[in-house]
């Protein structure tokens, strides 16, 4: 069945589809979540107390990967994981490794911040990563990078004076039915529970809760005049080593940070006042390592390409030094930390660029790899830190697609003796402007974020419902292109959201000057990319030789589904687990309930009740299990960004804006009637069955199982209502 263009609202195309799919939604009750819950905040303990955590935990260990696999990218190849069992076997016999695990569908610098603060995107302002535009009130764009540190304003790294956007790059907003807001209001940082609850936390490399860059992070941490400004003005090689990258923010009156910064958190709720930090290894080396340089994993000093002691750079954050850092703090007053670890499949010589799997490179390195955890856990057990007092968390923040030819020689192993080989290792760029100008005539301007989910910023920032807007998303998903590496055409564009999908998707945030006028889902290979308008046939889509073979950040499996592993006391589980659906935002309310503490705001997470002990949980989550572990399924499948609801409705926005002409747009315009429906609709249900999931975890308010039970039928109902509007 068509979708009926006479029809111009939503509502006439939803009575449509219900009475065909033989569905009614109830209507949701008020949602009653429209600010930070009136709870208390989190509670502030003694400050000469130790740290005081839930079931006997004394330690907390994150780490983090950068695109390490557990699922194989070539069928005959052992996978990251599997390659390194010192980890992989450490995770599945003292606990779980969750192999049905997603992230927030933006890559990396969204990923750990949705993992370490329990938010979607939406909500935190970093919508696109690791970089993206914004627009100045004039309507031009103009760069932003993800990466900077917590309390920073948007980060643009041409300076302008005034900044044209003075918002928070972390710009937080409570209710995510409100946005665009306008509201500047920093998130909540991620340590503090930690901190009030007398941990001291470190950070090592982990993003944005350490100084990512020697500009405007030096000025927000230490200020203008200060003497560490001056030495990344005189010297910035070595005020990246002593400053960049490490962190420790201490509990109130920790001797630990006796000399350092004033942890600023001017929007903390509750407030945050009589914390300090140490930013950088010239602030940090002297208290945990007084004796002299901090050491890697294998005895060597931990240093930049330039001789400079400290930090290394992010991309030299392999196991042994990012575990051996991690080690010298937790032996040294540190009781919790989270942990950058670089990828594995970039060639860490720096000659060659990403390898391919199997390639012999890429197995030397996965061999250090696995080593170094070896060693790392081996020094930890030395040290009484083990999985009897120690939660560990390690994931990756995405998963990758390997573009490149097919392995010589064919069933190639990995193994010595059959290593792999790859004529061709690289993504496949693709000129856009250049296709769009050459295949339909179309040169509209806008800003582009590289990506094999590229973001569009129309120069004027238009409507989305602007004549030369709706022009160009027609004109976008016509094109199509050869791709160089499988000979086969496709298209540019396999999925298409302007901001009411955006919104959906959980990219629309609370500043306005953020959000794309439209984003693209490519195929696997692509990397969707800007060039000359003057391009034709090949010269519009090509394979390079710049070292780039991983891509990550579309919509494809591959890409999307990813792993966590939990160990420690409160984890009853063990073994792989691919059965429970969870994604990146589910993390931080696990690890709060299993230690006892909570945010001072409502995560978008739910705790997995699946793999603990009841024992280790709050008594009002225990009660009525069976509903509470429907109504967190429920929850996902109609909130995560890789859930059913957001993947469905992806799929009707992408019709939508394809439709019409220029004399004709009603199926645009009803279709994102319908979508505005459809999202009110979620957002209201979700907001109630998160009250729910975090009362009974976080509150001391168990679920109450009849409204439950009603939040299930009308999330399934409303999950079967957009399939039919798909089929549309």
């Known amino acids: 069945m068509k ?47 130790p740290c005081s955590l839930a079931n006997g935990v004394k330690h907390v260990v994150q780490i983090m990967f950068d695109n390490v696999h557990l699922t194989r990218d070539n069928p005959n190849v052992p996978s990251d994981l599997e390659q390194m069992p010192a980890l992989y076997d450490f995770l599945t016999h003292n606990g779980v490794m969750m192999a049905n695990d997603h992230n927030v569908l933006v890559h990396t610098a969204t990923n750990f911040i949705s993992n370490f603060t329990g938010l979607y995107p939406d909500r935190t302002a970093i919508t696109q990563s690791n970089s993206g535009s914004y627009y100045a009130p004039d309507g031009s764009t103009h760069p932003n990078v993800s990466f900077a540190y917590w309390t920073d304003p948007v980060y643009d790294y041409t300076n302008p004076q005034p900044p044209l956007d003075p918002n928070y790059n972390l710009q937080y907003t409570a209710n995510r039915r409100n946005v665009p807001n306008h509201t500047n209001v920093n998130v909540p940082a991620p340590w503090v529970p930690f901190t ?95 004796s002299g340089s901090v050491k890697a994993l294998d005895g060597t000093t931990i240093q930049d390409q330039y001789g400079n002691v400290g930090f290394p750079g992010f991309d030299s954050l392999t196991p042994t030094n990012s575990l051996g850092y991690a080690a010298q703090m937790l032996e040294n007053g540190v009781q919790d930390v989270n942990v950058y670890v670089s990828d594995v499949h970039s ?72 290593y792999c080989s790859y004529a061709t290792s690289s993504e496949v760029n693709v000129n856009l402007p250049g296709l769009l100008a050459s295949a339909t005539g179309n040169t ?53 959201a302007d901001p009411v999908e955006e919104k959906i998707l959980h990219f629309v945030s609370s500043d306005p000057a953020r959000t794309p006028t439209m984003t693209l889902f490519s195929g696997e290979d692509s990397y969707v990319t800007t060039g000359k308008t003057a391009c034709t046939g090949d010269a519009c889509a090509f394979t390079t030789s710049a070292g780039f073979a991983w891509n990550h950040g579309s919509s494809w499996p591959d890409m999307q589904d990813i792993w966590a592993g939990y160990v420690g006391p409160g984890i009853s589980a063990r073994g792989t687990n691919r059965t429970v659906f969870t994604d990146q935002v589910d993390m931080r309310p696990t690890v709060l309930a299993l230690t006892g503490l909570h945010d001072d705001y409502a995560v978008d997470g739910r705790v997995l009740t699946e793999i603990a002990a009841p024992g280790a949980l709050p008594k009002s989550l225990r009660a009525h299990a069976d509903i509470v572990r429907e109504l967190g399924e429920e929850y996902k499948q109609i909130l995560a960004t890789t859930g059913k609801f957001d993947m469905t409705t ?48 976080f509150h001391g308010t168990p679920v109450q199982p009849e409204k439950a039970q009603r939040l299930i039928a009308q999330a399934k109902a409303l999950l079967k209502l957009t399939d039919h509007l798909a089929a549309l």
Not at 348 to 374: I, K, M, R, V
């Open 196 to 290: 009030r609850a007398g941990c001291n936390v470190g950070e090592v490399g982990m993003a944005n809760t350490v100084l990512e860059n020697t500009g405007s992070d030096i000025t927000t941490v230490f200020g203008e005049n200060s003497p560490e400004a001056a030495e990344a003005t005189a010297n910035p090689h070595k005020a990246q080593a002593d400053f960049v990258g490490y962190a420790v923010h201490c509990a109130a009156r920790s001797s630990l940070c006796a000399t350092g910064q004033t942890d600023a958190l001017p929007d903390e709720p509750g407030g945050y006042h009589g914390f300090k930090g140490l930013f950088g290894n010239a602030q940090i080396q002297p208290v945990i390592s007084p």
């Open 3 to 49: 979708l009926r263009t006479h029809r111009s609202t939503a509502l006439a195309v939803l009575a449509i589809a219900a009475t065909a799919a033989g569905v009614v939604i109830a209507a949701p009750a008020a949602d009653a979540r429209t600010t930070v819950p009136t709870t208390r905040p989190a509670a502030h303990t003694d400050s000469t107390a």
């Open 444 to 496: 509209t301007p806008f800003a582009i974020h590289s990506d094999p989910a590229p973001a569009l910023w129309v120069k004027g920032q238009p409507a989305r419902t602007d004549p030369a807007v709706r022009q160009l998303a027609r004109d976008i998903a016509s094109l199509h292109f050869k791709n160089p590496l499988t000979g086969a055409t496709e298209p540019v564009a396999y999925y298409m």
């Open 650 to 697: 992806l799929k009707i926005s992408t019709k939508g804006l394809a439709s019409g002409s220029t004399t004709n747009d009603r199926r645009y315009r009803a279709t994102e009637a319908a979508l505005t429906w459809l999202d009110n609709q979620r957002d209201r249900l979700a907001a109630q069955m998160s009250d729910q999931l975090l009362g009974a975890a």
């Open 347 to 418: 060639d860490h010589t720096g000659s060659a660029g990403d390898l391919g799997p199997g390639s012999q490179l890429y197995e030397q390195q996965l061999a250090a790899y696995n080593a170094a955890f070896a060693q790392f856990f081996q020094r930890l057990a030395t040290d009484h830190i083990t999985p009897s007092n120690t939660l560990f968390v390690v994931t990756t923040d995405e998963g990758d697609h390997f573009s490149g030819s097919a392995p010589t020689p064919t069933g190639c192993t990995g193994a010595p003796g059959n």
